[in-house]
């Protein structure tokens, strides 16, 4: 199944999945009833940003602000939906 995110697109994180940061894994992590993702830290910047109002578009200045230096940033916010999507760690409101 391929995942088309849009720049209007509003997600939440799935039910029965928690994000949080893990000290023990020095990472974020979505914690769900099967088990664990420990997340890179550009994932982690973008799942902490997720609150069920803020667009994916608004995620993206947001980062583009907090992260001026970085190339292609965009595009991989974009992929890095995809990603979460279509794994159901998170879900379109």
Same mark, same amino acid.
């Given at each position: 199944?391929? &995942?088309?995110?849009? *720049?209007?697109?509003?997600?939440?994180?799935?039910?029965?999945?928690?994000?949080?940061?893990?000290?023990?894994? %020095?990472?974020?992590?979505? +914690?769900?009833?099967?088990?664990? &993702?420990? +997340?890179?830290?550009?994932?982690?910047?973008?799942?902490?940003? +997720?609150?069920?109002? %803020?667009? &994916?578009?608004?995620?993206?200045?947001?980062?583009?602000?907090?992260?001026?230096?970085?190339? %292609?940033?965009? *595009?991989?916010?974009?992929?890095?939906?995809?990603?979460? &999507?279509?794994?159901?760690?998170?879900?379109? +409101?």
């Amino acid at each position: 199944m391929e &995942v088309t995110i849009q *720049q209007s697109d509003i997600y939440a994180l799935a039910p029965h999945h928690r994000f949080q940061w893990e000290e023990a894994q %020095n990472s974020y992590v979505i +914690l769900f009833p099967e088990g664990m &993702v420990k +997340l890179h830290g550009g994932a982690g910047e973008i799942l902490k940003r +997720l609150d069920g109002k %803020n667009s &994916v578009a608004d995620i993206i200045a947001e980062l583009k602000a907090a992260f001026p230096d970085a190339e %292609n940033i965009e *595009q991989d916010i974009i992929g890095m939906f995809e990603l979460a &999507v279509g794994k159901a760690w998170l879900r379109k +409101l």
